[in-house]
């Protein structure tokens, strides 16, 4: 599908710390993501690794499965109904739902299980009226 970005999303106590040590390691320069506890760094290729805080609404994630891939649609200024067709195709294909979507302030989140169980997240960010995209 047009548009869909392949990134992956790393869990974190202290985003920027993490994203300054992944940062430096790479030789690159974070940058802050949808929220003052997200960075994200751009790989060349275009990938991207997400480092983030979890929402205080879930749980932390076990260490050693605080790594997942993120499946990331263009920002959308209504990012939930663009979210749950994303979810319910997942769901025909094959996926479980881990967490059901909810509507955050950077956007739309739902975490899955792939037909094998790893973790996978969609997400459609929020399109803020001054963005211009």
Not at 16 to 22: G, H, I, P, S, T
Not at 54 to 83: E, I, K, Q, V, W
Request: aromatic residues 6%; contains cysteine; negative net charge.
């Amino acid at each position: 599908m047009e548009g869909i970005t392949l990134n992956w999303v790393l869990a974190a106590e202290e985003p920027e710390q993490l994203a300054r040590f992944y940062g430096l390691l790479l030789g690159m320069d974070p940058a802050r993501g949808l929220s003052p506890h997200h960075w994200r760094l751009v790989m060349p290729g275009g990938m991207t690794l997400e480092i983030y805080r979890p929402s205080r609404h879930r749980p932390f994630p076990d260490r050693g499965r605080a790594l997942a891939p993120c499946l990331r649609r263009p920002a959308s200024h209504d990012p939930l109904p663009s979210l749950l067709s994303w979810l319910e195709r997942a769901r025909e294909l094959g996926a479980e739902v881990r967490e059901e979507a909810r509507l955050e302030s950077f956007g739309a989140e739902a975490w899955l299980s792939d037909p094998e169980g790893n973790a996978l997240l969609l997400l459609v960010p929020a399109q803020s009226a001054h963005d211009g995209r």
